[in-house]
């Protein structure tokens, strides 16, 4: 367990284990908050940014990439998109959501951004190294946390060893389905249009890169998708082509197929011996709906809230873990039963459930004030609902 330093408020320590998306941008927010901070993975900087993947991101990690400064270095990567087509292909009914379904940010704003992986890691590995509060450690083998650091943050993914050293264990439940990523050239969408289609073997996301380019997020059963991976380019175009609307063609890949197993995954405790388990090490969910990056930014929004309130002798290092696990656990579990609960709902023919997707999403179409409380619930999480 993690000593308290006997050293002043303004000289906090932490250690973040796990520099992916989640532990750097930790390392920032504690560094934001006037922590001293040391950044340690096995990878290397080059290594950390090669993972070919774009994420979707949501008005909650805006904000907080906002306060932190890091916003506008992000802005000329950014692809957003105005609209996003629902469609459920049992039913055929189709539910846009426009900037008109978040009247609180003024109706001009974007529904969300798509940002590659690439292009965050290599913003958010700059500003560490601008950072003079932050060592890191890149490329190096793990060694044990210091003693003396007043908290430990777990950010090594979903494998995570720190959480096991901290004795959090972990509840995990693997999808039948799993999820394959491409990315490839479109014609039929607007640039500035994402898709989600709910088909029978699984949630399909058409997301705008820029241009025609798109990436998508297949999900089927994982026995199917890594047949997919190993066709060869025409064979896949024409696989794909099965699977998306008419009016949607892929005409060129942009990059290799990719399928990975997907799971329902939460750690509890969420804090335990000084230690936190944030982002992957604490949750991992279906990427329906791309809440996945989105809920992990914002347990490092709330670890940021806790650190800068430490800094200024306004809560204790030693009660941070404790708050910490306390105030991420119902946007946790809010994420991680809705989406679970839409790919049950809609990945299946089932006769007998037809008639609620169908009822649901007519109302959805039909009722602004309906739409407006499912995107706010995506875009700033479930637990801002009842907060204005
Ligand atoms: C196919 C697919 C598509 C997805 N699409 C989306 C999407 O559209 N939108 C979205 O928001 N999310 C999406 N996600 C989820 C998103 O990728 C994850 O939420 C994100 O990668 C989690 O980041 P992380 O930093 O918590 O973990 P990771 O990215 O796994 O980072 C963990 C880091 O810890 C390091 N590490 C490992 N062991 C140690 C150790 N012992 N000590 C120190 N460091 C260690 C690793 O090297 C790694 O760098 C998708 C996921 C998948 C699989």
């Known amino acids: 367990m993690p000593q308290r330093s006997a050293t002043s408020p303004q000289t906090l320590r932490a250690r973040v284990n796990g520099a992916g998306p989640t532990g750097t941008l930790s390392a920032l927010a504690l560094a934001d908050a006037g922590w001293q901070v040391e950044l340690c993975d096995p990878l290397t900087a080059a290594a950390l940014r090669e993972r070919n993947r774009a994420y979707a991101l949501t008005h909650s990690s805006q904000s907080l990439l906002q306060r932190l400064g890091l916003w506008d270095a992000l802005l000329p990567a950014l692809a957003p998109f105005r609209r996003l087509e629902l469609c459920d292909r049992a039913t055929h009914l189709q539910v846009p959501f426009t900037a008109a379904d978040l009247p609180w940010l003024g109706g001009d704003q974007p529904v969300g951004w798509i940002l590659q992986h690439q292009d965050l890691m290599g913003v958010l590995l700059g500003a560490v190294q601008h950072q003079t509060s932050i060592h890191s450690r890149l490329g190096l083998t793990p060694v044990p946390s210091p003693l003396g ?14 959480r096991q050293a901290a004795g959090i264990s972990q509840w995990a439940l693997p999808y039948r389905q799993g999820c394959l990523t491409v990315q490839v050239r ?73 399928a990975f197993p997907v799971a329902l995954e939460l750690a509890w405790p969420l804090a335990r011996r000084g230690t936190v388990a944030i982002g992957e090490v604490a949750h991992r ?53 809705a989406t679970d609960a839409l790919v049950r709902l809609f990945s299946n023919r089932f006769a007998p459930l037809l008639p609620v997707r169908r009822l649901a999403l007519l109302a959805l179409g039909r009722f602004g004030w309906m739409r407006q409380l499912s995107l706010r619930a995506m875009s700033e999480g479930p637990c801002r609902l009842w907060r204005t």
């Open 186 to 258: 479109l014609r039929g969408s607007a640039p500035d249009q994402a898709w989600e289609l709910f088909r029978p073997e699984g949630p399909f996301a058409v997301l705008p890169l820029g241009g025609d380019a798109f990436q998508l997020v297949w999900s089927a059963p994982l026995s199917r998708l890594r047949q997919l991976e190993q066709l060869d380019a025409v064979a896949f175009l024409d696989a794909l082509s099965g699977a998306l609307p008419e009016e949607l063609q892929a005409e060129v890949l942009l990059d290799q197929p990719r």
């Open 149 to 162: 650091v007043d908290l430990v943050v777990a950010a090594d993914g979903h494998r995570s060893l720190t």
């Open 285 to 337: 969910c279906h990427p329906v709906g791309g809440q996945g990056l989105n809920l992990c930014w914002r347990d490092v929004d709330q670890l940021h809230r806790l650190a800068r309130r430490c800094a200024t002798g306004r809560l204790r290092p030693s009660a941070l873990p404790g708050a910490y696990g306390r105030s991420r656990v119902l946007d946790i579990a809010l994420v991680l039963l």
